[in-house]
C-alpha cells in the first residue's frame, strides 16, 4: 500500500465533492492491491489501459494502482467538470487565464488550418504566419551569408539570451533533434545571471561571427536584460564600433518599446502576444534557436507535430486521450495515493533536459493554492516534478525508488528506433524497461537469512511507460504538446488557473531591493537572517576587491 505524507495511508483532502469520495472509497478498495496481481487477474490489462496518440507516441499506464472501476470513476470526474467543453473554450480563445484577462493560444501557433479561434481573433493566424514568414527569412539568411556581421564574417554561432519559458523549451528540443542539425550554424543558451555561465558560454566565441537573440515576452526579466547589457559590452569591445549592435542583436518580444529602448532595430524584433504563455511558447518566434539549428523544414515538422497532438487532444474520446489520461493519472496519484512527487525518467540522452523543461511547464502552471476565482482550495495541487536520465539514475537515486519510504511515480519515455550502435540501444531500453517491471513487481525472499529485509523490494511502485517510435521533430511536438495539454487539464481537474504565476513576483522584488541596498543605494529592514548573509556577503565581497 501506499504512504500517504503523514505516514496515516490515507488521503487528507477535505474536497467535499461526491466523485472525490468516490475515488477515495476506490483507493481504499485498492489499498492491499498489488498491481502485479491485477495483471494475473485480466491478461489484456496492458492492451487496455494504454492508448496510442498520433506521430508514434505510445502511452501505457498499466502499472499504476488503478482498475477499471477507478478509472470509471476518474472518467466521471471529467464528465462532471466537463473538461471537453473546457478545451474547446481553450481553442477557441476564451479568456482561460482570468486572472490576467488573457486567452491560452499557443495552440495558435501551430494550427494547421481555419481553426476555432479565429472567429474570436481573426488576426492571430495572419500574425502568425507572418512572424514565421519573418523567421524563416532570418534563418535563411543567416545560414547562407545574406546576414553577416559587422565586420562581413558570416554567422557561426548564435547565442539564445533568455530565461524560464524563453530557454528551457528551446533548449531542450535543440538538444534532442541536434541530429537533424544542418550544419550551417552552432546554437547555445546564456540563461543564469551568473558570470560564470557567461565565461563558459560566450566567452570563447568569435564576437564578428555571433548573432545573439535576447529572447524574452516581457522584456523585463532582469537575468536576461543583464546579460544582454554584458553582451553587448563583449561584442563591442572587440568590435570597438557602437554600430555593430545592429548586425549581432535581434530580440523576440511582445514589448517592442522595451527593445528598442535597448538598442535593438525594430526590423529585428520578433513579436510574442500576450495570449502565449512563456513555457508554452517555443513554438513561437521564441522557438529562433531551434529553426536555426535544425533549419525551418525540421521546425515546421515540429510544429505539425504539436498540432496532430492538438488534434488528438480536441477530438478523441476522452477514454483514449493521451493528455486527459496522463493527467487522470497523474491526478489519482497525487490526490488519491497521496503521493506528492513525480519523476521523468527519459532513457534517450537526447531527452536529457526534459525534466527541467517540465518542471517549469508543470510546476510553475500548477503550483497554486487559489481557485481560478482566488478562493483557497483544500485538496493539493502540483508534485515536486524532477528527474534524470536512464541508466545513469540506476546508479544514483534508483534505490530510494526501490526501498525508500516514499513512492515516486515515474514516467519512463524511451524511443523505439535503434540508435547508431544497436548493442548500447538495446541494454538502454532493456534496463527501461527492467526498471518499470521491477519498481512494480518488487521481490520477495525467501527464508530467514540476516539480509532478507535488507534485500527485500516491495514494488507495487506506479510508473507509466511513454514509447515514441522515432525522436522526429514530429514525434517530439507531438510528446511536447501531450504534456502542455496534460498539464492543462490538471488544472482543470484542480480547479485552479494553470497559467499565471503570481509567485515568482516576490522573489523579483526581494532581489531589486536587495541589490539596491547591496550597490548601496537603499536601505530596508530585514529579518536577522536576511540582514546578517548581506552583511556578510558585502565585508566578504569587499575584502576579495581589496
Ligand atoms: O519569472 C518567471 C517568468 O516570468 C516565466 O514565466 C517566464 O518564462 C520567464 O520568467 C521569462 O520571462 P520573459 O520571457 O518575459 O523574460
Redesign the pocket.
Known amino acids: 500500500m501506499f504512504l500517504s505524507d503523514d505516514g496515516s495511508g490515507m488521503p487528507s483532502s477535505t474536497h467535499n465533492n461526491p466523485l472525490w469520495s468516490a475515488l477515495f472509497k476506490h483507493r481504499e478498495r485498492l489499498a492491499d492491491v498489488r498491481v502485479a496481481d491485477l495483471f494475473d487477474g485480466d491478461p489484456q490489462r496492458q492492451t487496455h489501459m494504454s492508448a496510442a496518440g498520433p506521430n508514434g507516441v505510445f502511452f501505457d499506464y498499466s502499472k499504476n494502482l488503478i482498475d477499471d472501476d477507478a478509472l470509471r470513476a476518474l472518467l466521471a470526474l471529467v464528465e462532471q467538470l466537463e473538461i471537453t467543453k473546457q478545451i474547446e473554450h481553450q481553442f477557441a480563445g476564451d479568456i482561460l487565464n482570468v486572472s490576467e484577462q488573457r486567452p491560452v493560444l499557443h495552440t495558435a501557433l501551430r494550427a494547421k488550418s481555419a481553426s476555432a479561434f479565429e472567429q474570436q481573433h481573426p488576426n492571430i493566424a495572419e500574425d502568425v504566419a507572418q512572424t514565421l514568414k519573418r523567421v524563416e527569412q532570418l534563418v535563411a539568411d543567416v545560414h547562407t551569408g545574406v546576414w553577416r556581421g559587422h565586420t562581413g564574417k558570416q554567422i557561426t554561432d548564435v547565442v539564445n539570451i533568455?530565461?524560464?519559458?524563453?530557454?528551457?523549451g528551446p533548449q531542450l528540443v535543440s538538444d534532442a533533434l541536434r541530429g537533424y542539425g544542418t550544419g550551417n550554424c552552432r546554437v547555445h543558451f546564456l540563461a543564469n545571471v551568473d558570470d560564470a555561465e557567461f565565461a563558459r558560454v560566450v566567452t570563447p566565441l568569435n564576437p564578428a561571427e555571433t548573432l545573439f537573440i535576447v529572447?524574452?515576452?516581457?522584456?523585463?526579466?532582469k537575468?536576461?536584460l543583464l546579460n544582454a547589457l554584458s553582451a553587448r559590452a563583449w561584442l563591442l569591445s572587440e568590435l570597438k564600433d557602437d554600430d555593430a549592435t545592429a548586425q549581432h542583436f535581434v530580440a523576440v518580444?511582445?514589448n517592442v518599446t522595451k527593445a528598442v529602448d535597448f538598442g535593438i532595430a525594430e526590423q529585428n524584433i520578433f513579436p510574442?502576444w500576450d495570449w502565449v504563455?512563456?513555457?508554452f511558447?517555443l513554438w513561437s518566434a521564441?522557438g529562433l534557436p531551434i529553426a536555426m539549428l535544425i533549419g525551418m523544414d525540421n521546425f515546421r515538422a515540429l510544429l505539425r507535430g504539436a498540432a496532430d497532438m492538438d488534434e488528438h487532444f480536441a477530438s478523441s474520446p476522452v477514454a483514449e486521450n493521451l493528455p486527459i489520461i496522463a493527467a487522470l493519472v497523474g491526478f489519482w496519484n497525487r490526490n488519491m495515493c497521496e503521493l506528492n512527487n513525480y519523476a521523468v525518467m527519459p532513457y534517450d540522452d537526447r531527452l536529457r533536459d526534459l525534466a527541467a523543461f517540465l518542471q517549469?511547464l508543470e510546476m510553475?502552471s500548477n503550483g497554486k493554492r487559489v481557485d481560478s476565482n482566488g478562493e483557497p482550495i483544500h485538496h493539493h495541487t502540483v508534485p515536486v516534478v524532477w528527474g534524470g536520465i536512464g541508466t545513469n539514475a540506476q546508479h544514483a537515486f534508483f534505490q530510494m525508488l526501490h526501498q525508500g519510504t516514499q513512492t515516486v511515480p515515474i514516467d519512463f519515455i524511451a524511443v523505439l528506433e535503434a540508435t547508431a550502435n544497436t548493442e548500447h540501444h538495446d541494454a538502454l531500453i532493456a534496463n527501461c524497461f527492467a526498471q518499470a517491471e521491477g519498481l512494480m513487481i518488487g521481490r520477495d525472499i525467501v527464508g530467514d537469512g540476516e539480509l532478507a529485509n535488507h534485500r527485500r523490494t516491495p514494488g507495487n511502485k506506479p510508473s507509466n511507460m511513454i514509447l515514441l517510435d522515432t525522436l522526429s521533430p514530429q514525434s517530439l511536438g507531438s510528446l511536447l504538446a501531450m504534456y502542455e495539454h496534460k498539464t492543462f487539464v490538471l488544472g482543470l481537474l484542480w480547479q485552479i488557473n494553470s497559467f499565471d504565476?503570481w509567485g515568482?513576483?516576490l522573489g523579483?522584488a526581494l532581489a531589486d531591493d536587495i541589490e539596491g541596498e547591496i550597490a548601496g543605494n537603499a536601505t530596508r529592514s530585514h529579518d536577522g537572517s536576511t540582514q546578517q548573509l548581506i552583511e556578510r556577503y558585502l565585508s566578504k565581497a569587499r575584502d576579495s576587491k581589496r
Do not use: D
Not at 533568455?162 to 528551457?168: A, E, Q
Not at 529572447?215 to 526579466?221: E, L, P, R, V
Open positions: 533568455g530565461i524560464g519559458g524563453s530557454h528551457l529572447a524574452s515576452k516581457s522584456f523585463g526579466t537575468e536576461t518580444s511582445a510574442m504563455g512563456g513555457r511558447s521564441i517549469q510553475e504565476q515568482v513576483e523579483k
